[in-house]
């Protein structure tokens, strides 16, 4: 638990303390946004394939991460809600990469239960954005977001990339 405390502590102190000194920011430097590059720059994008992503977003004591691959158009990785005096959550994502959404299952671990749901993320000027909804529960302990196309992803937390060395 101290641990996770120290490494978000630590990516949340070097993320809000950038220096501008006439020298380029780590947002000019960071690598282009593969899902959001034009059908003619397809190429590049797989040149990109099978690289990590990782993105971090914390909010008071709470933070949530997402790392993440794409292969052929296909998602896979981990996803973790991490909450202060709530339940957290914590498991596989798998999906495709849709345009600019990721559109992912969560199977994920809670209060010792195992259950789905459809997450979206929209990647926004190199950052995600989560996708919020209305869900309808299809089987079970599986949900799916009740109308896709209305999700919001203004009211959702935003994910700003994070070094993959060090999300565990």
Do not use: H
């Amino acid at each position: 638990m101290k641990n996770w405390i120290l490494v978000l502590s630590v990516i949340s102190f070097v993320t809000s303390c950038e220096k501008n000194d006439g020298k380029q920011t780590n947002a000019e430097n960071r690598k282009p946004d593969t899902l959001a590059i034009p059908n003619q720059e397809k190429n590049v994008i797989e040149n990109r394939e099978n690289q990590d992503y990782c993105y971090l977003n914390v909010l008071g004591k709470d933070s949530l991460i997402l790392k993440y691959k794409i292969a052929n158009g296909n998602v896979t990785g981990k996803l973790m809600y991490k909450n202060f005096e709530k339940d957290s959550s914590f498991g596989d994502v798998t999906g495709k990469a849709s345009g600019d959404t990721l559109k992912l299952n969560y199977t994920f671990q809670s209060e010792g239960m195992t259950s789905e749901r459809e997450v979206y993320f929209l990647q926004d000027s190199g950052v995600l954005l989560e996708g919020i909804g209305a869900y309808a529960n299809s089987n079970g302990s599986s949900q799916k977001y009740s109308y896709p196309k209305s999700v919001n992803y203004s009211k959702g937390r935003r994910l700003t990339p994070a070094d993959c060395n060090l999300i565990p």
